[in-house]
């Protein structure tokens, strides 16, 4: 059974750092993407960053580049987001997925963490 166990957020204020982890038990995803995703009030689900992880690239949405970095750990099976320069408008839950392939959508999906940025 696979499973992403999320962990992290929190409150902080404007500007502050958080960072999340996403600890994975029960499969491996040797040839897929690993994401983040958030959905923040008032708008759909929204994609934040990704990495391949057959070569480690990474892929940021323009609202949090040079802010955020997602980067993991192989040996542990988890993936993580550090999220600096925090922005009140960053408030939402912030979900991690993962994809079996490169070219399949996300199917696995963590249990959500709430991240808040007080102004």
């Known amino acids: 059974q696979v499973q992403l166990v999320q962990s992290g957020g929190g409150l902080v204020q404007t500007g502050g750092s958080l960072r999340l982890s996403c600890a994975v038990s029960?499969?491996?995803?040797?040839?897929?993407?690993m994401g983040w995703f958030r959905q923040v009030p008032g708008k759909d689900r929204e994609f934040v960053a990704s990495?391949?992880?057959?070569?480690?690239?990474?892929y940021y949405a323009d609202f949090v580049k040079g802010r955020f970095t997602i980067a993991r750990d192989s040996a542990v099976n988890t993936l993580f987001l550090q999220m600096n320069s925090l922005k009140p408008e960053d408030t939402g839950i912030y979900y991690c997925a993962a994809a079996l392939s490169l070219t399949t959508p996300y199917k696995y999906w963590g249990q959500g963490t709430q991240v808040t940025v007080s102004s």
């Open positions: 029960g499969h491996t995803f040797p040839d897929g993407n």
């Open positions: 990495m391949r992880l057959t070569d480690d690239v990474a």
